[in-house]
């Protein structure tokens, strides 16, 4: 049987406890998932250390977290590596273009 209860009123205890993937997300990547309460991550914090609380995740959840991280933390730093590394090959393309046809007339 579940037990709901409001937030506020809630101290960790014996028992197990569900998190919505939305808290997970805040808990593992806190910088990119600033929207969650505080008071989500605390209380997450301190079942974490109690001893007879058990927190539960089950596969799928696990696998959509994972996916979520994946995609909204480190694709966005991959493709802000790749979208600078081919803007300065450009650049450096376009230097060696420019020094070449320069001495061809030469300015160099």
């Known amino acids: 049987m579940y037990n709901i209860r409001k937030l506020n009123f809630h101290n960790p205890r014996e028992a197990k406890y569900i998190?919505?993937?939305n808290i997970w997300l805040s808990v593992i990547a806190p910088d990119n998932y600033k929207d969650i309460n505080k008071r989500y991550i605390s209380l997450f914090e301190e079942i974490a250390s109690h001893d007879s609380a058990k927190i539960?995740?089950?596969s799928v959840q696990a696998s959509e977290i994972f996916n979520r991280v994946?995609?909204?933390v480190y694709m966005k730093k991959y493709a802000i590596m790749v979208f600078l590394i081919s803007?300065?090959?450009i650049m450096i393309f376009y230097f060696i273009m420019v020094t070449?046809?320069?001495k061809k007339c030469g300015v160099i």
């Open 19 to 21: 998190f919505d993937s």
């Open 56 to 58: 539960i995740l089950c």
């Open 70 to 72: 994946l995609r909204d």
């Open 87 to 89: 803007d300065i090959s």
């Open 100 to 102: 070449r046809n320069m």
